[in-house]
Every structure is written in C-alpha cells, then in structure tokens.
C-alpha cells in the first residue's frame, strides 16, 4: 500500500499505516522493530526457521521456513509491502525472490556477510581499518605472523558474530593453535589494536540520501559479547566523531544504503578505525527507545517505509544499557522494582550461557 495521499497539504510518498513489513529473522532486534511497527499502525510478517522466535510472539504473521525455501520467500514477499531483515547471515541468491522489495538492499547484505569483502570494501570507501590479510592456509597464517607482527586475531570470514569464529595468535607458536581453533576455514588475520576504548555510530539513511546518525555510543564487551553502552560516550570517544560520523555517512553512501546501518569503531591513537559494520539496528542503539526521540527501531521503518527520518537526538542528559546476558535475566524482579530502570526481556526461554535475554536502560 504506497500512498501519495496525505491529509491536508502534507505530501509523501510512503508506505501508509496497515501495511505489511516483513522481517527476515526472528530475535530480539525483529522483535524490537515489530514493536516499534505495531505503535505506527503497521503489521509484521515474520520469516524464520525455528519454532517460536520470539519477533513472531509480538507479530501479525509468522512463515516458517529456511531463509533459502525459494517458494516460501516467494510466497512470503507476495504478502509483504516491504521487507527487511534483523540480521545479516542470510543467502544472499535466494533474497532475489523477493522481487524487489528489501530494504536495505543485497549490497549491504552481501558486503557485511565476509569480513574480507567487508574491509576491502571499508577501505574503498575511505574508511580506516586494522591492517589484516586473508589468510586460507597455515602457511598464509604464518606470512600475517610476520608481516602484521604480534599480538593478531584470526576470524573467519563468513558466520562469526559475539566473538566467535575468532582466535588470538600472541606468539609465533600459537599459529596452529588458533587456525586449528577457528576451524581451519578462509578468514582474516587483523593486527591487534592497542584501542582506548570501543563505541558505535547507528546512523539511518533513507531513499533520497538523507542521513540521520545517533550520538556515538561507547561500548564495553566481555568474552567478545557487548555488554554496556554508554552515552555520551565521553570526551577521549568525542573527539573522534567528526571524522567517525564521516566515516559512516561515506559507508552508507557507497552502499546506497536504506535504514539503519551500525559502525563499530576503535578508538585509537591514530584516530577511528572501522572495527565491522552491521547493515541493521544494532545491540548498541537499545538505548535510544528511551533515550532518543526517535528510537533506532522506529528510525529503521521510517527509512524503509519512505516516512521522513525522525529527530535522532537525546531526550535526556545521558542514557546507559546493560545487557541481560544468560542468568543475569534471573534479576529482573529486581529491576523491574528499582524507579527509573527500563526493563526489557525478549522472551527467548532458556536463559543459556552468552544467550542475549534482555536488557535494561537507564537516563542519566
Ligand atoms: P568482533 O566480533 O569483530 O566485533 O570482535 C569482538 C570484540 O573483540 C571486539 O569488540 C573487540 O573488543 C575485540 N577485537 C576484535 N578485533 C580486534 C582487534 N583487531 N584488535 C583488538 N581487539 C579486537
């Protein structure tokens, strides 16, 4: 439903309120975006392989189905307006099925699906990363050894996400350990960074090429997993968001990128270093839903949707969120009782180790 019809002399060429949104993947993001859709008027049709994501319990329509059953996304964009995905480990041949509609777009899809492609891509844009090689055999491992120097980390370049698939190499002897560790499958070996601290640019694009970037975020990860975002991220993080901001605006531009898209940086002393990029909302943009004036859910749908971007500023002096990673879901009486905690539980089940439950926000 694309109306050109507004109320009065106001004009746009959007999406209208009853549409359907389809979102490929089921998690806690798919569920947060459905939310978001569902307080604009809009309906959701979630597609996902397993039994009871926890996007489709808050979701209009669900499909089943592996994301490479061709008849099924056919099925499934002929009852979708639009269609966008929640995370990016997704077969990017089969998506052409979907005639068309998903936003963002294959490239965006396709670029942050290899972390090789990804780099290489980073650089042409302009953006500043690690020094890395490629690396598909022991023997290349070595020759990283020794022309990126030590301490370096291996990854993988395909399905890697929360730390995995990744392997330090601190000595010369660790070499074989960690090709071992991480499978012996193609990947990247990065120089480690020596960083001062970690943050995030979550900036939206929409079609016309307008760009509305969050404030930076400073981010702490423990074993790999985020688990704190801060905002403002503070001065040692701020003096770098000029030159971050541009970054990520020249990123989505040479992705033609329409939503959300998220960059993850090092700081460092040489300035921001592109650590990854993620093509959708992200673990560090929580904060906004109460936080910003427009959350990054609802910023997300505005951009696919063809709606104007909302106003990405802060509503209160400061906002932090803490991750509610495995057991620590067993405190939520405690926040849900504490004033000025907003708590958020994703209604996953089983609360296993390194599993993402929930989160909690607090304005500062
Ligand atoms: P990633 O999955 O690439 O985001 O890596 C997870 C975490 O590992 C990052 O957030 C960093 O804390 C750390 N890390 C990854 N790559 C590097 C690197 N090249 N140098 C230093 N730390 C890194």
Redesign the pocket.
Known sequence: MRSQRRPSEIFLVAFVPGSTIGILGGGQLGRMMALAAAQLGYRCHIFDPHERPCAAEVSADFTRAEFDDEEALRRFAAECDVITYEFENLPVGPLRELSGKLKPGLKSLAVAQDRGDEKTFLESAGAKV?PWRAVNSIEDVQSAVSSLGLPI?L?TRRY????KG?AWIRSPEEAEKAWDAIGKEPAVA????D?EA?FSVVIARDEDGNMAPFPLTR?R?LD?ILRTSTVPAGPQIEKLAEEAVASAKAIAEALDHIGVLTV?F?ASSTGPLV??IAPRVHNSGHWTIEGAQTSQFEQHLRAILGLPLGDSGMVAGGAIMDNLIGNDVDRWAEFVTKPGRHLHLYGKGEARPGRKMGHVTRLT
Do not use: R
């Not at 890697?160 to 730390?163: A, L, P, Q, T, V």
């Not at 990065?190 to 960074?193: D, F, P």
């Open positions: 690690t980390v990854k890697g996400y929360d730390g990744q990065e120089a480690g960074v960083f970690e981010n990860h790999g993850e090092f650590n990854e």
